[in-house]
């Protein structure tokens, strides 16, 4: 059974920091590479940051050097660790394989707000 669930998102002051988590099913995880995704009110979903089954990582450029993207393989989970966010960064933040897309199977995603 496909699972994504997305915890750690909450309301923040321009600047803090949060962690967001995804539990994700085995074989969902296992070997894949895995993504955070962000959907602004209004706008698309769009892709934020990856990590493969080697660690290697990318970002979009606005987030590079704030958010890191991590994995734990033991424990099938998926991490966001932002830093430094800007009101900009305000979104639902969804986890899933890199490009996944509008019909693959998605979780409820955590609400990331920004303001002061």
């Known amino acids: 059974q496909v699972q994504l669930v997305e915890s750690g998102g909450g309301l923040v002051q321009p600047g803090g920091s949060l962690r967001l988590s995804c539990q994700v099913s085995?074989?969902?995880?296992?070997?894949?590479?895995m993504a955070w995704y962000r959907q602004a009110p209004g706008k698309q979903r769009d892709y934020v940051a990856s990590?493969?089954?080697?660690?290697?990582?990318d970002y979009i450029a606005s987030v590079k050097g704030r958010f890191t993207i991590a994995r734990d393989n033991a424990k099938n989970t998926l991490y966001l660790q932002m830093n430094t966010l800007k009101p900009e960064d305000t979104a639902v933040y969804y986890c899933n394989v890199f490009g996944a897309g509008p019909s693959s199977i998605w979780g409820q995603g955590t609400q990331v707000t920004v303001s002061s």
């Open positions: 085995a074989i969902v995880f296992s070997g894949k590479s």
């Open positions: 990590i493969n089954s080697g660690d290697s990582v």
